[in-house]
């Protein structure tokens, strides 16, 4: 399947609620060791902090800040079925367990339909965030298995 990541800096809106557009440059430093801890953590071995910057800064991904926390979105299009698809990239949260997903919801998909997309997505590979989503109305569309070539 070919997927495209959409530029969405450009119809992203400057805030929504308490959560704010943020470019990521004017606050690397405080949140580039969050965004360490969430890559170490979870589903993306391969990603650098570097590169999350780099797709921030050239428009194919945005950070949104509060007092809560910060997440970076961005989208994608399957280019064979044109289905577009609002990817919650990274999320950090200072107080954990506050159910923010949940209490942003309407924040979320208000985000998605400006960007005109079907659905929204999130991957973790952590057990108890993956029992807070299927909680929470989500559901579980694949899991992914990987093994070394022997």
């Not at 440059?25 to 071995?45: G, T, Y």
């Not at 309407?106 to 985000?111: D, K, P, Q």
């Not at 590979?125 to 093994?147: A, C, M």
């Amino acid at each position: 399947m070919e997927v495209k990541k959409l530029n969405i800096v450009d119809k992203m809106p400057m805030s929504i609620d308490s959560l704010q557009f943020t470019d990521i440059r004017s606050c690397w430093e405080s949140i580039k060791p969050k965004i360490v801890e969430i890559l170490e953590q979870d589903a993306f071995p391969t990603i650098r902090p570097e590169e999350v910057y780099s797709e921030c800064v050239n428009g194919r991904a945005s950070l949104f800040t509060s007092n809560d926390g910060f997440v970076i979105l961005t989208s994608e299009e399957d280019a064979f079925i044109e289905e577009k698809t609002l990817v919650i990239w990274l999320g950090y949260a200072y107080k954990k367990g506050g159910s923010l997903l949940v209490s942003h919801k309407e924040w979320f998909n208000n985000i998605a339909k400006e960007l005109n997309c079907q659905y929204i997505v999130m991957k973790t590979n952590t057990e108890k965030l993956s029992n807070y989503f299927l909680q929470s109305g989500w559901q579980l569309e694949s899991k992914v298995f990987k093994r070394e070539v022997l």
